[in-house]
């Protein structure tokens, strides 16, 4: 599987559950040409959206569901 946007294509390398967290490894490709290899956990909020979070501590966001 693979995750594409703006900046360039993750693959999926593994997944796994952690309480209420699931943590995915991913191997990015920018369109750059750079690769990066991340974990990401996301965790589901009271609210019905996500926390997600770069395990290194670079990034974290929360996401929404598009209206629709």
């Known amino acids: 599987r693979e995750i594409s946007y703006s900046g360039g294509v993750c ?3 593994a997944r796994s559950n ?3 967290r699931v943590i995915i490894a991913v191997t990015c490709k920018f369109k ?10 996301f965790e589901p909020l009271d609210n ?9 501590g670079t990034f974290e966001t929360n996401l929404h569901r598009c209206p629709g």
Do not use: N, P, Y
């Open 18 to 20: 952690e309480e209420r």
């Open 48 to 56: 019905g959206s996500l926390h997600m979070t770069q395990q290194d």
């Open 11 to 13: 693959s999926i390398d």
């Open 32 to 41: 750059s040409g750079a690769v990066r290899r991340a974990e990401i956990a």
